[in-house]
């Protein structure tokens, strides 16, 4: 048998999407020595160092879910793979009990608490330095203002209901979270000029050595810039919105001209809950969203230099995209010894880095208690008569679920 040897690490990827709870990676390391703890199911962390910048390191926090070793080749290579922690909320469940007074009291509980809730078991944190949640408190009353509950529900998409809550009560635009390196829970504003701003220059792309490419894609394949709906029990309100301006063509304030489209309609939106105002909302937030092509672009970077899920960037010297602002969506680092890379795919398009729509925070995820289509069998405890609701106890399942009828 060959003496130990240990080549360290040879080689890795780090994938981290930011709908994606839990990011995954890949490592490979040259070892004979057989490390009690390149195992399935163990804890690893691991600095990810920029040669540019030896101060900034990235710590990623993640468990190996599937390891493959090489036992007799020379180098003994094993093959790690796995996720962040954030996979722990695709693999928990959360329940917020549901009121309906008198048969069953409401209570108010701040949204921090519940987050916190949200995290236990998680091995999760809140980011240092992360601000908090404003001070709300949300009511399990169904249909109350500020009201929030759930059934039995992965805690990822409780979690992402719950900012939908947030973002609607405060006036948001969009708020999206990720996990950090760290396996710290995060969460920003979508288009929130406020927030830290990476502006690339040309001087930096051509002159620097950090920039290794930048691509730019420019689709308009799907754009929707005539739109109608119909709301209310009967289909008696209707709304029918277009954007001249992507229809017509126009030229901008900058001297840029911007090609005519033509009439292009979209599926019409049909939602006999709404009001005509909500309806005028939702089918204008679907048009803004859709009337204009969608910007993308990835940006190569040599080394490891701080890049997260949600982070804003912006091209100023770009001829034809100087005022766009790009959210990063998704982060790959990968690595062998003298070629360190960061890849940065990023976008305009708002459905791809939020809910549909901004409006779906209606139909926020605590309405998922409502009845799915799926059949079951179950004791009613009390009824709504005049919103068709009903407060009902599933067999076999100690919660209250709060269904509509018809």
């Known amino acids: 048998m060959s003496s130990p040897t240990d080549g360290g690490i040879t080689g890795f990827e780090v994938t981290k999407r930011l709908n994606d709870p839990g990011s995954t990676f890949t490592l490979n390391y040259s070892t004979t020595d057989h490390p009690q703890y390149f195992r399935s199911g163990e804890i690893i962390d691991?600095?990810?160092?920029?040669?540019?910048?030896?101060?900034?390191?990235?710590?990623?926090?993640?468990?190996?879910?599937?390891?493959?070793?090489?036992?007799?080749?020379?180098?003994?290579?094993?093959?790690?793979?796995?996720?962040?922690?954030?996979?722990?909320?695709?693999?928990?469940?959360?329940?917020?009990?549901?009121?309906?007074?008198?048969?069953?009291?409401?209570?108010?509980?701040?949204?921090?608490?519940?987050?916190?809730?949200?995290?236990?078991?998680?091995?999760?944190?809140?980011?240092?330095?992360?601000?908090?949640?404003?001070?709300?408190?949300?009511?399990?009353?169904?249909?109350?203002?500020?009201?929030?509950?759930?059934?039995?529900?992965?805690?990822?998409?409780?979690?992402?209901?719950?900012?939908?809550?947030?973002?609607?009560?405060?006036?948001?635009?969009?708020?999206?979270?990720?996990i950090d390196n760290g396996g710290n829970l995060r969460w920003f504003e979508i288009g929130n000029r406020n927030q830290p701003l990476n502006v690339v220059s040309d001087e930096q792309i051509f002159d620097g050595n950090a920039v290794i490419n930048l691509t730019f894609r420019d689709n308009s394949e799907n754009i929707v810039n005539y739109l109608w709906?119909?709301?209310?029990?009967?289909?008696?309100?209707?709304?029918?919105?277009?954007?001249?301006?992507?229809?017509?063509?126009?030229?901008?304030?900058?001297?840029?001209?911007?090609p005519p489209y033509g009439l292009l309609e979209g599926d019409p939106i049909n939602d006999s809950s709404l009001t005509q105002q909500e309806l005028d909302t939702k089918v204008?937030?679907?048009?803004?969203?859709?009337?204009?092509?969608?910007?993308?672009?990835?940006?190569?970077?040599?080394?490891?230099?701080?890049?997260?899920?949600?982070?804003?960037?912006?091209?100023?010297?770009?001829?034809?995209?100087?005022?766009?602002?790009?959210?990063?969506?998704?982060?790959?680092?990968?690595?062998?010894?003298?070629?360190?890379?960061?890849?940065?795919?990023?976008t305009t398009d708002q459905s791809v880095i939020s809910p549909p729509t901004a409006f779906d925070v209606i139909k926020t995820i605590t309405q998922t208690i409502m009845d799915d289509g799926a059949t079951q069998i179950a004791t009613v405890i009390d009824v709504d008569y005049d919103n068709q609701l009903a407060l009902v106890q599933p067999d076999g399942s100690t919660s209250l679920v709060i269904t509509k009828y018809v």
């Not at 101060?55 to 003994?76: L, M, T, Y």
């Not at 921090?112 to 809730?117: A, E, F, R, V, Y």
């Not at 309100?237 to 992507?246: E, H, I, P």
Request: hydrophobic share 35%; net charge negative; glycine share 8%.
């Open 284 to 346: 204008a937030e679907e048009l803004n969203m859709k009337s204009a092509p969608i910007y993308s672009a990835t940006l190569e970077l040599l080394n490891y230099p701080h890049a997260e899920p949600g982070h804003l960037y912006q091209f100023p010297d770009d001829p034809y995209l100087p005022d766009e602002l790009f959210t990063v969506v998704d982060v790959t680092l990968t690595g062998k010894p003298g070629n360190y890379k960061s890849t940065l795919n990023m």
């Open 46 to 178: 691991f600095g990810l160092v920029d040669i540019l910048d030896p101060n900034n390191i990235s710590v990623f926090k993640g468990f190996i879910q599937n390891a493959e070793r090489d036992h007799k080749s020379a180098d003994a290579t094993t093959i790690l793979t796995g996720r962040d922690i954030g996979y722990f909320l695709t693999r928990q469940w959360f329940k917020w009990d549901c009121a309906l007074p008198p048969t069953t009291p409401a209570t108010s509980t701040n949204i921090n608490t519940i987050l916190s809730d949200i995290l236990v078991n998680t091995n999760m944190k809140i980011g240092r330095g992360q601000p908090s949640l404003a001070n709300i408190n949300l009511t399990n009353e169904y249909g109350k203002t500020n009201w929030f509950c759930t059934d039995w529900k992965k805690k990822n998409e409780v979690l992402e209901g719950l900012f939908r809550i947030y973002a609607k009560i405060q006036g948001l635009k969009k708020v999206r979270w990720f």
């Open 229 to 258: 709906g119909s709301a209310g029990d009967k289909g008696q309100y209707t709304t029918v919105q277009y954007d001249n301006d992507s229809i017509n063509g126009y030229t901008d304030s900058h001297g840029k001209h911007h």
